[in-house]
């Protein structure tokens, strides 16, 4: 019998997000999705604070410097998503002298809790990293609610002897977190993945002798959609979609649950 997986993105495909994208510079509210301010802004990076945002970053002093909150505490991070050649490990010497304190998460995360009364996960806080100004430009906060259907998608898969993951560019915590809502195993679920990662873990699973679906929604999930026997763009997020995203898919669905319908 043929072996077959579907890998899930998260934000935006399994999560319905609502975020804060604050630009620090001007403190203009960016409506725009991260990834595409990613692609815009150019040479940049979106860099995930692997820690508590409530717990962690929340009770932290305001005026404490991104940079010391970082060093300090030896707070992990990973980059979702980039357009610059950078490796997280490069990051917070990058940001030595930066003025960027901590209440600008402070500002987005009280933001966020106000205007989204249905966040049932905090994804976590982030921030854009200008890789050319050596500073950062945007911060972040973000969470939200599972779609509809997504247990009952994981569950049908499953019976039907399909293995189902997630590989994602959110924070390793909000992920396992995830899991346990839609009641997946934690050992499906890949830690903070960015788009080559995304692609790497499609290819080790054909590798494997999988035959693969990938489900997404934004170019971070290009790579993996290439490598995937059948990519699946879908829309529910409601979010404007660019062409590259388009033409990387081989099927557009508009709810998740469409994917039981898929001939896979």
Known sequence: MEKK????????????????????ITGERIEDNSL?????????????????????????????KLYNFLKNNK??????????D????????????????????????Y????ESGFIELCSG????LNVAKKDVEYVITAGGRVFPHVSKVIKTLHNRGIATFIASGDSTRSLYELAEIIDLSEDFVFKTANTKRKGEIVAKLKNEGYKVMM???GPNDIQAFKKADLAVLTLEQGEKVSQK????ADIVIKKICEVLDIDF
């Open 75 to 84: 707070i992990p991070l990973d980059i979702s998503y980039s357009s610059a």
């Open 36 to 64: 595409n301010l990613i692609d815009e802004i150019g040479n940049s990076a979106l860099v995930v604070i692997q820690s508590d945002t409530k717990k962690c970053i929340m009770s932290a002093d305001g005026e404490e």
């Open 245 to 248: 995203v388009y033409d990387s």
């Open 215 to 217: 489900v997404g929604n």
């Open 125 to 128: 806080s982030a921030f854009i």
């Open 5 to 24: 997986a579907v890998v899930f993105d998260n934000s935006g495909t399994i999560l319905k997000r609502c975020r804060v994208v604050k630009n620090v």
């Open 111 to 114: 933001q966020l809790v106000e």
């Open 86 to 109: 950078i490796g997280k490990e490069d990051i917070v010497p990058m940001l030595k002298n930066s003025d960027i304190k901590l209440k600008e998460f402070h500002e987005t995360a």
